[in-house]
């Protein structure tokens, strides 16, 4: 059974910084990608962060500059370093691993860290 556990959320000011970290159950290269999401009260999940397999990474338009997703292979944990948050960065942050192939694929979800940003 995959497992992924989030850890590191909470309230800071604006224009703090907060360490994410998604521990998973298995070798996390065994996922096709690796992806921090987070939804603010209201809206619709967005997908923030991600990284691949071969460590390729990409990020939102609105975080790019000031996320930074990593991995540590051995200890099977991904990381979303945040710096300069703004008050529209609040919402619960999920960590997910995408797993499969073609049609089989599908993603396995963490179960949440909140992160309040205090203007």
């Known amino acids: 059974q995959v497992q992924l556990v989030e850890s590191g959320g909470g309230l800071v000011q604006a224009g703090g910084s907060l360490r994410l970290s998604c521990a998973a159950s298995?070798?996390?290269?065994?996922?096709?990608?690796m992806d921090w999401y987070r939804q603010a009260p209201g809206k619709q999940r967005e997908l923030v962060a991600t990284?691949?397999?071969?460590?390729?990474?990409g990020y939102a338009d609105s975080v790019k500059g000031r996320f930074t997703i990593s991995r540590d292979n051995g200890k099977n944990t991904v990381y979303l370093q945040m710096n300069s948050l703004k008050s529209e960065d609040t919402g619960v942050y999920y960590c997910?691993?995408?797993?499969?192939?073609?049609?089989?694929?599908?993603?396995?979800w963490g179960q949440g860290t909140q992160v309040t940003v205090s203007s």
């Open positions: 997910a691993g995408n797993l499969g192939l073609g049609t089989s694929r599908r993603n396995y």
């Open positions: 298995q070798t996390i290269l065994s996922f096709n990608t």
């Open positions: 990284i691949t397999s071969g460590g390729s990474t």
